[in-house]
């Protein structure tokens, strides 16, 4: 199959091989001032991406603006009582979201072209096919492979997929929509009727559990849809529009107005990022401009019952929609900042107009874009050109058996198999793509096969130990030295021959600590010592003191002491033990007193037992 | 001939015609191939001319429009592809109404076209949009030409211009590199002086196509193959389906007159006249008119001036006024004529929240209605149903009560009511007087069936009142079931072996 790349399209380049075109200046850049948008993304469209440097840098200054608002209102929530708080409480917040996700694809959604990530470095306008560029005499072509990861994502999401579905075309004048519409599915989308499960560990406050482990909130559709090209603006008024993202695939995720806080709807989208990543439906998150988020926002009173439905929810406050949010951040505090805008526009007995909005970081109000009477007629029509969709049910029934583990079910395994917590388990299998779960099984694995099978250290044993040495102990080395999981140079094997040693009783686990420092600084060039090197080198190995040397020192230790002892007669406390047994373990000489035996020694000599407080 | 001496001229959007009907707007659309390249091909050494929506790279393609003046296609369309790949020579572009709206080819860019018969000294239409390739066949400038039919743009200027003009079930010949008008009815049609030269060019064409989604796949190709009707065609008899409810219709008594001595022929050449009723075919052209603008208008959402074709000069946008204007405004302002600018204005409101529920949906259903009565009365299955052994269920219209329900090989109608109006005539006419010429076209384009107009000779009664360079051909409508397009180029022979 032929597919004729163009090299250039561009706005005002005179490269352009097909159509030569002088710069010429625009000034559409005023026309969308004049009409309150910000330049770059469409006024129409969804979604633009903010470059990520850019969108970190802004991100960190909300953040950080918002840390100095919050200290401010703090203070001033001290001086009066939190009046704010409570209006919220009376009020119930309903909010609904879409989301956009650029599929993990090959190429694009009607045409062979490449389609690159959201981060691809390709030249402008070389990966776009003729049909990218809405030519005269070409049509879609379907290309069968990028229905793959939405099917996944829709099956992750525990969608009902349609047998048959449709394309769409929605109108709309814009430059970065080459054919004037976007082929969607408005009528049939291919996937409906989803839940997603959300817990504490998700994020949700405790308010929106009211008690329940976990809440559901329902996926209303997902359907297909082409991506925009992406414009760049050059000033003052030239723009550069480049059409590689042109029909690049997207997945729209449409949630039932089921969510009631912020924090939940910023989990909601966290959560939906987790589960398409895990079953490979999506590459690039938020924070590569992979996902992007619109949301309805509508407030009522508790308990009233407003007349405004949308998605087959009724009862509703009326709902204003604001689009583009490309963080959890923005989603979060744009929907605080636009739900404290509709209380108050009511409480002063104005009334909700059903209106675009947008939101930019860093501010504290969501701005209008445009009301009911601008709103867009996309006149949405059925695309002859584009034959149904239809999805049969061994393709699904086959997707759905090899379907990636997802997110709750990795939690769950992990907290099974290797026993650790569930928030540890979250932790470590959200953390670092991964990465730090594949690191710990493949350390289990390691050390299991270092202690020996025929050892009584269950796998639930081993693999919780493991995981506290990851999270805790390698967790606070990166942090400490402000490195990234990515730059660590502890291997699996070095960590699982540590592990090992003190399970054995080789070394003390304090020595173990040690030497994981020593590692973790490591010079990356030099040769590195191997564990055993490293214990035989600095003399380590755990030479135990007998039980004679245990008593003698013990008891050394407790002469010195004895105000000490005798004003703890009284009520015995361990951490008195354990006092005792930290100078036992500096004075002697090191590799020689382990905790445990130093500890039941003290307990012994002084005639206390286990239990705090109580005399033996 | 004498334009083939000017090809190396190429000059470009130069009408160029000997007898000046402006039919020919870029001849030499192709350099003539050295003669021994696919000398055994089945069209080799012939020349044909192009509708210039069709995309050719050897030079621009315009649409006859502002919007794509000089439009260099990086790519040629598949059945320019095809007909090179059988010894075909493009020898010209050919003049059309802007896009393809319009049923005289008044409405291009590039100025009207006439046709070579005429009234009182008055040029007569040529018909349209494909009128310049009817032109360039009736004067023998090509041996035969392509131009797309939507709702009769290849069979109506046939019948003005007295050609043969054959517009295949949709789906059958490869849309890619053709320009979208209403890509729902969108085909290619051939236009040449017999019915047999019509069906070599269509043979040539007739494959599937993997770049246009809505080809017919060969799987579908090979079921038509398998069923195909045995009983159309030369020395079969056929069951020729006669719709009463057309006659009632206002025909002129000319066209009416040669229309019955078709009929009366083909009985007494032992063929079977069964009248039969298609009651939502009245409904045709209004239904025709909501859909095709509809279409046209989201099709035509592609020219905005920002990656090729015409861009409105001076500031590319007006902010100050209110409401402020993107220069989208100006630029399509500008580039499309009066009738593409009616149809998309149309469109756009028949789609819009407001209308689609009484227009687009409703003219859909009737789309629908219009293709059930087709199927009704043919005797061979419809090919895309699933289940070809389920008919649909008869309508409760008193029309249906007449036999011939799927007893009919083949439809058999006039191609328009009228002889072609003279130019001063037209120039007088509504746009909705314009849509009428369309009212026996459009209910096969509706329902993506095959259609051939043939010309027979006006009785010579009716033809002794006429001046001698009128028109002395009425062109009449072969229509049958899709994918039976052999069946209705064997029924045109029939027809034209009548005289």
């Known amino acids: 199959m032929r597919s004729p790349i163009l090299r250039t399209v561009s706005i005002s380049s005179a490269t352009s091989t097909f159509a030569p075109r002088l710069p010429r200046a625009c000034i559409v850049a005023k026309w969308l001032q004049s009409r309150g948008y910000q330049d770059g993304p469409s006024p129409y469209a969804r979604g633009h991406n903010i470059p990520l440097r850019k969108h970190l840098k802004e991100q960190a200054k909300a953040e950080k603006a918002g840390s100095k608002r919050k200290k401010a209102e703090e203070k001033a929530a001290a001086k009066h009582p939190p009046r704010a708080a409570a209006e919220t409480e009376r009020w119930e917040l309903t909010v609904g979201i879409e989301i956009h996700a650029e599929l993990n694809t090959a190429c694009k959604l009607f045409s062979s072209a490449p389609a690159a990530a959201a981060d691809s470095h390709a030249l402008p306008n070389t990966n776009v096919a003729p049909f990218d560029a809405a030519l005269p005499g070409t049509q879609p072509q379907f290309q069968v492979a990028t229905l793959l990861p939405a099917l996944r994502a829709a099956i992750a999401l525990d969608c009902d997929v349609q047998r048959t579905s449709g394309w769409d075309r929605k109108h709309y004048f814009h430059w970065d929509q080459p054919n004037g519409y976007q082929i969607t599915q408005y009528y049939q989308p291919f996937a409906k009727d989803g839940r997603l499960r959300l817990r504490a560990e998700d994020g949700v406050p405790k308010e929106d559990l009211n008690g329940a482990e976990e809440i559901e909130i329902g996926i209303k559709q997902i359907q297909m849809e082409q991506d925009t090209a992406k414009t760049t603006n050059h000033p003052p008024s030239t723009y550069h529009v480049d059409l590689n993202r042109a029909g690049h695939p997207l997945i729209e995720i449409i949630t039932l107005p089921q969510i009631h806080s912020p924090q939940a709807a910023a989990a909601v989208v966290r959560k939906i990022q987790g589960v398409l990543k895990s079953v490979d439906a999506c590459v690039t998150g938020m924070e590569l401009g992979g996902l992007r988020a619109d949301v309805n926002v509508s407030v009522q009173k508790q308990g009233a019952t407003g007349s405004s439905q949308y998605s087959g929810v009724t009862g509703l406050g009326q709902r204003t929609e604001i689009k583009n949010l490309s963080s959890f951040v923005a989603i979060e505090n744009a929907i605080v900042a636009e739900r404290d805008r509709q209380i108050s526009v009511l409480k002063a007995g104005g009334v909700i107009e059903g209106e675009t909005r947008g939101w930019t970081l860093g501010a504290t109000e969501t701005t209008r874009l445009r009301g009911k009477e601008g709103e867009v007629d996309y006149r949405y029509m059925p695309d002859a050109d584009l034959p149904p969709l239809r999805i049969g049910s061994d393709l699904v029934a086959h997707l759905k058996e090899t379907l990636p583990e997802l997110p709750d079910q990795t939690v769950e395994r992990v907290q099974k198999v290797y026993g650790l917590s569930a928030k540890d388990a979250k932790t470590i299998a959200s953390l670092d793509d991964g990465d730090r779960l594949e690191y710990l099984e493949e350390t289990v694995q390691l050390l299991s096969a270092r202690v020996g099978p025929g050892s009584d250290f269950r796998a639930t044993k081993l693999g919780k130990t493991v995981g506290n040495w990851i999270l805790h102990e390698l967790g606070g080395l990166i942090t400490t030295s402000e490195s990234t999981w990515q730059d660590c140079r502890v291997s699996e094997t070095e960590l699982a021959d540590l592990i090992a040693n003190v399970l054995q009783r080789h070394i003390t686990s304090r020595t173990a600590k040690q030497l994981l420092a020593t590692l973790h600084n490591h010079p990356p060039d030099s040769d590195r010592p191997s564990v055993e090197q490293l214990v035989e080198d600095g003399n380590l190995r755990l030479r135990p003191l007998s039980e004679e040397g245990y008593v003698q020192l013990a008891e050394e230790i407790i002469a010195e002491n004895q105000d000490l002892v005798k004003a703890g007669k009284g009520g015995w406390k361990k951490s008195k033990t354990m006092w005792f047994v930290g100078q036992m373990m500096r004075r002697g000489e090191e590799g020689t007193v382990e905790p445990e035996k130093a500890r039941e020694v003290v307990e012994s000599v002084l005639g206390v037992g286990e239990e705090d407080g109580k005399e033996k | ?499």
Not at chain 2, 346 to 361: C, D, P, R
Not at chain 2, 429 to 442: C, I, K
């Open chain 2, 1 to 499: 001939m004498v334009f083939l001496n000017n090809a190396s001229r190429n000059t470009h959007l130069r009408p160029y015609s000997s007898s000046n009907t402006n039919a020919i707007i870029n001849a030499a659309a192709e350099p003539p191939p050295p003669t021994q390249s696919h000398p055994n091909g089945s069209l080799a050494g012939k020349s044909i001319a192009i509708k210039d929506n069709i995309l050719t790279t050897a030079t621009p393609t315009t649409a006859a429009s502002r919007a794509l003046h000089n439009y260099p296609s990086p790519f040629p369309a598949t059945v320019i592809t095809l007909l090179q790949q059988h010894g075909a020579y493009i020898s010209s572009k050919t003049n059309l109404d802007e896009f393809g709206m319009g049923s005289h080819t008044q409405s291009s860019f590039h100025g009207p076209a006439i046709s070579p018969f005429s009234r009182n000294g008055v040029p007569l239409t040529p018909g349209g949009s494909s009128g310049g390739s009817a032109v360039a066949v009736a004067e023998g400038k090509a041996w035969a030409a392509l131009g797309t039919d939507t709702g009769g743009s290849v069979r109506l200027p046939a019948a003005y211009c007295g050609v043969v003009g054959f517009k295949p079930s949709y789906g059958c010949v490869s849309r890619w590199g053709v320009v979208a008008y209403a890509n729902s009815m969108d085909t290619v049609g051939v236009l040449a002086r017999t019915v047999g030269d019509a069906r070599k060019v269509f043979g040539v064409l007739d494959v599937y196509d993997e770049r246009d989604p809505t080809s017919l796949l060969p799987s579908v190709r090979q079921r038509i193959r398998s069923k195909r009707s045995s009983t159309a065609g030369r020395g079969k008899k056929m069951r020729i389906g006669v719709p009463t409810s057309y006659l009632t219709t206002s025909i002129s008594p000319a066209v009416r007159a040669a229309y019955a001595s078709t009929l009366t022929r083909l009985q007494a050449a032992g063929h079977t006249l069964i009248p039969i009723g298609l009651p939502t075919s009245k409904l045709a052209l209004s239904t025709y008119y909501i859909l095709a603008p509809a279409e046209a208008s989201s099709n035509l959402a592609k020219y905005d001036g920002i990656r090729y074709g015409y861009r409105t000069s001076g500031p590319d946008a007006r902010p100050k006024e209110d409401p402020p204007l993107p220069f989208y405004a100006a630029t399509r302002g500008e580039a499309f004529g009066d009738e593409v600018r009616r149809r998309i204005l149309l469109g756009a409101y028949t789609l819009s929240s407001e209308a689609m529920h009484n227009y687009f949906i409703q003219a859909q259903k009737i789309r629908r209605l219009v293709s059930r009565d087709f199927d009704a009365v043919f005797a061979l299955p419809h090919p895309l149903h699933e289940d070809t052994a389920q008919r649909p269920a008869p309508l409760p219209s008193d029309e249906n009560k007449e036999d011939g329900k799927g007893k009919v090989d083949i439809i058999l109608t006039p191609t328009t009511p009228t002889l072609p109006p003279t130019l001063s005539e037209i120039a007088q006419q509504s746009a909705l007087e314009h849509y009428m010429n369309d009212v026996f076209t459009v209910p096969a384009s509706l329902a993506c069936l095959p259609a051939l107009s043939v010309p027979v000779p006006l009785p010579a009664e009716v033809r002794e009142g006429m001046e001698e360079g009128d028109v002395s051909t009425v062109g009449v409508q072969v229509i049958g079931q899709l994918g039976d397009d052999e069946g209705v180029l064997g029924a045109g022979e029939v027809v034209e072996g009548l005289w």
